[in-house]
């Protein structure tokens, strides 16, 4: 994909700062601009992951920039690859802070790099901004620092159970899982979605994160007869289980998180992608009758004449704009306290008729999950659990 070569290039010159720290006012803040930091997985298997919310962010940002940006300030957005691992995104992380030269960290990817990260921006006072995460630890209402966007993988796995036992009568559920902080909260999260129906998984089944070693985890899951499929992955691993599936003959009903990356997924499976059903938490970027996606869309044609409307992009993008907020309430003063301080007295957020509920003990803007499916021809629909096979066809590129 061009935009992800560009970020690579890019990453791979700046390194953790470069020369870019020491060419930046203090906190990344003067009269002319202020510069913000994205920390992620921008090379490797969930390199789509990185790049469509920096498209997004970006989206939203120059957006800001054509009308006169904010207080007179143009918005910037640098990125730093950290491959989804941990030890990199700790590395670039302390880079970044040290530098000194942004206002917070934005549209971080992933939980295990996120677990790693957040207690740093925490000491050291940064915003730590639309992580692209649902795990709890970033709910904990004493993170004065954290603002999220998404719903939690609790209730995205909820939403699986509820269609695939309560719609779909399965009984033997199987679970392939990222070997990390975050498949593991995506299993503890299917396994208590279960026991409140008296169930468990007829199958657990792991993988090493930024690996495609998930056939062993399909032959267990296939053995134990497992008539539907949760996984909790990375785009690539997660199309592999499903192509290898496909080959030897076994398929179940497949329902994966929306961490997966539609539009990656939709990219790698091509026609083995049909029925597999992803849990959603931000609109249908292609409904243009959603006043926020209409934005979405022409903000996305303005920075990318080639880019398609994605999940991934629409969640930075609506990251971007609540960023946008902070500072808009921080006003021209501004330090990374006031903006701080701006950001924690925000409230409900409307961002074109999509409203972000913040307030004490609740650092979460959005609560919908929903579910969608591929369809053979690439597209996405909506499920509606009511009626099981209810849809609102919604056409998405396999690109972004």
């Known amino acids: 994909m061009k935009l992800a070569a560009i970020l690579a290039v890019f ?20 009269a002319q601009a202020v510069h913000f930091a994205q920390v992620a997985a921008l090379e490797g298997p969930a390199s789509a992951l990185g790049t469509g919310m920096n498209l997004g962010l970006r989206a939203a940002f120059e957006e800001a920039n054509r009308a006169g940006g904010v207080a007179g300030r143009m918005i910037r957005l640098d990125a730093f690859d950290d491959g989804y691992e941990p030890a990199k995104s700790v590395e670039q992380t302390r880079a970044v802070i040290a530098g000194d030269a942004h206002i917070a960290f934005i549209g971080p990817v992933g939980t295990p790099t996120s677990a790693a990260t957040q207690p740093l921006a925490t000491q050291e006072g940064w915003p730590f901004l639309g992580a692209v995460t649902g795990a709890g630890f970033l709910r904990d209402p004493g993170l004065r620092n954290v603002l999220n966007l998404r719903a939690t993988y609790d209730a995205e796995t909820e939403k699986w159970i509820e269609l695939l036992v309560d719609a779909r009568g399965h009984r033997k559920i199987g679970i392939l899982y990222q070997d990390d902080g975050f498949g593991r909260v ?27 070693a998930v056939k062993t985890a399909l032959l267990d899951i296939r053995r134990a007869g497992a008539e539907a499929v949760v996984m909790v992955g ?12 496909r080959q030897i003959d076994y398929n179940p009903d497949f329902a994966t ?21 992803i849990s959603q938490v931000v609109p249908f970027p292609a409904d243009p009758s959603v006043p926020v ?27 971007g704009r609540l960023a946008l907020a902070g500072l808009q309430a921080a006003g021209k003063n501004l330090t990374r306290e006031s903006y701080l301080a701006a950001l924690q007295g925000l409230g409900d957020v409307d961002i074109d008729g999509l409203v972000l509920h913040y307030g004490p003990g609740d650092n979460q803007g959005l609560d919908e999950v929903f579910l969608t499916e591929i369809s053979p021809e690439g597209t996405i629909a909506r499920i509606a659990i009511g009626d099981a096979v209810k849809r609102d066809a919604c056409e998405v590129s396999p690109g972004g």
């Open 11 to 30: 990453a791979l010159c700046a390194g953790p700062m470069g020369a870019q720290a020491q060419s930046q006012p203090p906190q990344g803040i003067s």
């Open 186 to 212: 995506g299993l503890k999260g299917v396994e208590a979605a279960l026991e409140r129906r008296g169930m468990a998984p007829v199958a657990r089944g792991a993988y090493t994160r930024n690996t495609l």
């Open 234 to 245: 990375a785009y690539k691993p997660v199309a592999e289980f499903i192509r290898v599936a």
């Open 257 to 277: 998180i929306s961490f997966v990356g539609t539009d990656a997924l939709v990219g790698e499976l091509g026609p083995d992608g049909a029925g597999v059903v």
């Open 293 to 319: 996606v209409a934005r979405y869309t022409e903000a996305l044609k303005a920075v990318d004449a080639a880019a398609e409307p994605g999940f991934l992009s629409l969640e930075g993008y609506i990251v």
